[in-house]
Nanobody, 115 residues
Framework: QVYLRESGGGLVQAGGSTRLSCAAS????????MRWYRQVPGKERELVAS???????NYTESVKGRFTISRVNPRNTVYLQMNSLKSEDTAVYYC?????????WGRGTQVTVSS
């Protein structure tokens, strides 16, 4: 069974930084793309960043230049480094992957940016 467990986040001041981690189990981690999504109440879940098995990355426009997604395959872990945080980055952040056509999600971690 696939498990994704996020950690990090919390309360951060505007302009500050934090790093999210997602530890995966139950998958051959190194071959799977990994993604970070975020969601605020009343809105759809938004794809924030993704990283492929070969390390290529993509970001939603609003976080380009501020967030960095990375992965350490021997640790089965994907990270999201978040810098220059803004109040609009406040959300629950979810780790995601897919295997055999199924999507898997972590339980999410709250990031609150105070202005």
């Amino acid at each position: 069974q696939v498990y994704l467990r996020e950690s990090g986040g919390g309360l951060v001041q505007a302009g500050g930084s934090t790093r999210l981690s997602c530890a995966a189990s139950g998958i051959n981690f190194k071959i799977h793309p990994m993604r970070w999504y975020r969601q605020v109440p009343g809105k759809e879940r938004e794809l924030v960043a993704s990283i492929s098995s070969d390390g290529s990355t993509n970001y939603t426009e609003s976080v380009k230049g501020r967030f960095t997604i990375s992965r350490v395959n021997p640790r089965n872990t994907v990270y999201l480094q978040m810098n220059s945080l803004k109040s609009e980055d406040t959300a629950v952040y979810y780790c995601n992957t897919a295997r055999t056509g199924l999507m898997y999600w972590g339980r999410g971690t709250q990031v609150t940016v105070s202005s």
